[in-house]
């Protein structure tokens, strides 16, 4: 049976509301910091959550946005994000807080840390590697690619990015420049591309958002999510 535990804490005047999840044992275990998609965390964060602590992961869902800004509409989430990535450098610092929390709890081995994350989540994974935050693996789910308008630092955890070829919001040249900016990183670093595969590819009901070229794909949501199972084991294990 999963233990979950409401948490809350404030970050530079945003209330953000975490769902903590693990098996009850009280032992820590190494630890996942979910972080989400552009629609904060939800069904999808979840689900993927239940899964780690089955294998027994502790994990925690983590709120970027803002707790008022949990279950609002696409619109407004939108927003939100587009207003976020003007300042990439002040919004990595919440995304550190979080990883900072997260460590603090009695359930996770703070010396074993992997943070993942879904579509702006992915995004927000990536960008805490590259602040040089501390942790062990960095796992980006169809995720944006964008490079960051913040001085970077020597990549310490190891990256794995899964990406739909066909993603609109990550054209091919992106997902080149992430690889080149990775190696001139020192990272150790993996892409899967996976073909005829579009945004937001880990998310059976991808298509109800109504955005053009986000479609669920079983195959490539097996695909990733065995691949980053299998880096987790090989790193935190």
């Known amino acids: 049976m999963t233990n979950r535990t409401e948490h809350s804490h404030t970050h530079d005047g945003a209330e ?17 910091v979910i972080f989400p998609s552009v629609l904060n965390r939800g069904p999808v964060e979840e689900d993927h959550g239940q899964r780690l602590v089955g294998l027994g992961y502790a994990v925690l869902l983590a709120d970027t946005f ?6 609002r509409d696409r619109d407004t989430m939108f927003g939100e994000m587009n207003r976020n990535l003007k300042n990439r450098s002040a919004y ?11 460590k603090g709890l009695p359930a996770f081995d703070s010396s074993k840390v992997a943070v993942m994350g879904f579509c702006f989540g992915g995004l927000c994974t990536l960008d805490l590697a590259r602040s040089g935050a501390d942790f062990q693996v960095a796992g980006s789910f169809h995720g944006l690619l964008k ?9 310490t ?6 990406h739909g070829w066909d993603d609109p919001m990550a054209p091919p040249e992106d997902v080149v420049a992430l690889g080149k900016e990775l190696t001139e990183a020192g990272c ?10 579009a945004h937001g590819f880990t998310n059976p009901k991808a298509h109800e958002i109504g955005v053009p070229g986000v479609t669920y794909n ?11 199972c299998d880096l987790l084991a090989e790193t935190l294990r």
């Not at 990595?92 to 997260?102: E, N, P």
């Open 218 to 228: 079983q195959v490539a949501a097996a695909r990733s999510w065995d691949s980053f």
């Open 66 to 71: 803002g707790k008022d800004l949990i279950g």
């Open 188 to 197: 150790d670093w993996q892409i899967h591309a996976y073909g005829n595969v």
């Open 157 to 162: 955890p190891k990256v794995a990015a899964f």
């Open 147 to 155: 490079p960051p308008n913040f001085p970077t630092s020597r990549i």
């Open 92 to 102: 990595v610092k919440r995304l550190a807080a979080i990883l900072d929390y997260a």
């Open 16 to 32: 953000l509301s975490h769902l903590a999840l693990d098996d009850g044992g009280g032992t820590a275990r190494p630890g996942v």
